[in-house]
């Protein structure tokens, strides 16, 4: 312990003049201890100098500060030491800067209480130290109800309905009687009588609309008992009237009675014309000079082709299970052999029945639209200029070229609805293979195939 203090009392001697100020026991050689520097250091501490004592025990481990420790509460030079400036004026502190070190004294303008009332332009603060009991100035009209539409200040939004009416140019007799609105800055209540439906007269396509203010909700009407929908053309609408399907521009028509059925009426070119052609008249056979001799003996079928001219082509697959007949008008059901072989009242049954879903059919038929065809009917697929098949092709030449839309025919005879004459047990069948036309009793089996529509 003793040591220790040697090295106490050498160190302030070492740091001024090398000889004693006094005896041991003399107040002027009392100094402070490193505990004393230390505890200034930490807290602020005053301490108390201390002097010489001869040491009654020996040293205690780990007693005292150490030098380090002393240097490690002593302040240091700061990278963010405080100005003068930025000191309070009158105020002292211990400068940290290297240029600055020790004991300072602030020169920062005290601003006490400062108070600041918005306006149009950006104020500048006052630099300095303000005491906190100043304020920025509010105002209670600052609302957005006191404020115009589009517009925001210090962070309040204008109202939308609040905005400058100096572009208004109404006056009360623009306005609905009752309806209110603001002009220039003053309300102004409108004097004008509201809008009733108006109606012309008939046949008036232009009449006179009464002074009001009229709602979408309002209508004028323009009557004319002529327009109607008898009166105006397919696929036209005149003020919401469609026109009706029949009614058509017949410029285009160029069939002369000759051409039409007898009793039969159509309009050609605006004019309605009566048919004085024959009805049913009897088609070609489909023989040609070629065909079966060549040539052709005089005044034979093959050289006079008598009848009516067949049309090309003669069949068109409508696409829906059903070929049309262009000649006859006759549908036929595409598939010649939906049903097998029947006997005859099987074949009335399975015809009569038929409908949509059934052997390929897509055209919508409904039971009832299907029948047994009767034996002319059946004669009239027949081509005499071919053989084997004998049935008529698609494209009507009557030559010995296949070409017909129909799937499924049969060689082999047919049903037809036609009993034989006196005997109720027969019934004709035709041969599409051969062209044969025979009977036969309706307890035997041949084939079906349906038909509609035709005379």
Known sequence: M???????????????????????????????????????????????????AEPTTGPTAGTGRTLDAVMGKAPAVHANAAATTEVLSGKTFWGLSAWAWGLRTGSMSNI??????????????????HNGSGMVAGDGNLVTGNIR???????????????????????????????????????????????A??????????????????????????????????????????????????VVDTTSGDAATTEILAGKRAWVKGVEVTGTRPTAPVPKTGQTPTVPLNPAPTGSDGDLQKGVAWPSPRFTDNGNGTVTDNLTGLVWLKNANAFGSRIWATALTDCATLNTGEAGLSDGSVEGAWRLPNRRELLSLIDDGRYSPALCNAAGTGQWTSGDPFTGVQSSYYWSSTSLADYTGLAWVVHLGYGYVHYDGKTITYYVWPVRSGQ
């Open 197 to 246: 439906n108006v109606s012309g007269g008939n046949g008036l396509k232009a009449f006179t609309i009464p002074d009001g203010l009229y709602s979408g909700s309002k209508t004028a009407t323009a009557n004319d008992t002529n327009l109607v929908t008898g009166n105006i053309r397919s696929g036209v609408t005149i003020f919401g009237v469609a026109g009706k399907t029949e």
């Open 112 to 129: 006490g209480a400062q108070t600041i009332t918005p306006g149009t332009a950006a104020q500048t603060i006052t630099q300095g130290y």
């Open 149 to 195: 539409s589009g517009v925001t200040v210090f962070g309040v939004s204008g109202k939308t309905e609040v905005v400058d009416t100096t572009s208004g140019d109404a006056v009360t007799g623009d306005l609905l009687f009752g309806k209110k609105a603001w002009v220039g800055g003053s309300e102004i209540t409108g004097n004008v009588a509201a809008g």
């Open 2 to 52: 003793s040591v220790w203090f040697g090295i106490v009392a050498i160190m302030p001697v070492q740091a001024g003049d090398l000889d004693s100020p006094g005896g041991p026991t003399d107040a002027a050689s009392q100094m402070f201890t490193l505990d004393a520097i230390y505890n200034r250091l930490d807290t602020g501490a005053a301490g108390a100098k201390s002097g010489f």
